[in-house]
Antibody, heavy 126, light 111 residues
Framework: QLQLQESGPGLVKPSETLSLTCTVAGGSFSSSYYWGWIRQPPGQGLEWIGSIYYSGNTYYNPSLKSRVTISVDTSKNQFSLKVNSVADSDTAVYYC???????????????????WGQGTLVTVSS | QSVLTQPPSVSAAPGQKVTISCSGSDSNIGNNYVSWYQQLPGTAPKLLIYDNNKRPSGIPDRFSGSKSGTSATLAITGLQTGDEADYYCGTWDNSLSAGQVFGTGTQVTVL
């Protein structure tokens, strides 16, 4: 059974950089999957942050693209998230997840998150 | 600001059926597959439905999904108290602001 676990500081100061790592266990990391980050502000809905293919290709939410970097370390079965210049609005539970994404024969895209980490709360505060 | 609209809440008695709508556009639901997620209180979301109407292993057939045009629907039959949760739809958006998008979320209450 694939398991994902987020790790990183739970408190970040405004204007600094949020850094999280997701460790993947119990399955193949270097296969044809994307690996993604999703966040959820307290009491609000889900927001996709971005995804990375195991080969390193990245895709970001356009609204966050200027501040976000996702990287992968296949040797450690880990992928990471950095968000620069954080503000109060970046306070959220951050989830990592495995992503299934591909085009079918008609060009329609399927993209979904089949395994999720338990999530980690990151608070931005001085 | 989500591009996929869901009703804020739905409710029904145990054993009854509820349906949750997810309204989008040609750039997302109209041309791509829809997934649904269940988020029980205090837990991570869980995949319920993918590719519009497919269930992952272990998801009971009380949960079903459908899609028509630019809208999708999640149906839950034989409602149980354990189904009380928030439910989100999701899909890929092909517009200039391309990427994965989620619905606004629907809270299901079992009366």
């Amino acid at each position: 059974q694939l398991q994902l676990q987020e790790s990183g500081p739970g408190l970040v100061k405004p204007s600094e950089t949020l850094s999280l790592t997701c460790t993947v266990a119990g399955g193949s990391f270097s296969s044809s999957y994307y690996w993604g980050w999703i966040r959820q502000p307290p009491g609000q809905g889900l927001e996709w942050i971005g995804s990375i293919y195991y080969s390193g290709n990245t895709y970001y939410n356009p609204s966050l693209k200027s501040r976000v970097t996702i990287s992968v370390d296949t040797s450690k079965n880990q992928f990471s998230l950095k968000v620069n210049s954080v503000a109060d609005s970046d306070t959220a539970v951050y989830y990592c997840a495995r992503v299934v994404g591909y085009h079918d024969n008609s060009g329609h895209y399927t993209y979904y998150f089949d395994y999720w980490g338990q999530g980690t709360l990151v608070t931005v505060s001085s | 600001q989500s591009v996929l609209t869901q009703p804020p809440s739905v409710s029904a008695a145990p054993g009854q059926k509820v349906t949750i709508s997810c309204s989008g556009s040609d750039s997302n639901i109209g041309n791509n597959y829809v997934s649904w997620y269940q988020q029980l209180p205090g837990t991570a979301p869980k995949l319920l439905i993918y590719d519009n109407n497919k269930r992952p292993s272990g998801i009971p057939d009380r949960f079903s999904g459908s899609k028509s045009g630019t809208s999708a629907t999640l149906a839950i039959t034989g409602l149980q108290t354990g189904d009380e949760a928030d439910y989100y739809c999701g899909t890929w958006d092909n517009s200039l602001s391309a990427g994965q998008v989620f619905g606004t979320g629907t809270q299901v209450t079992v009366l």
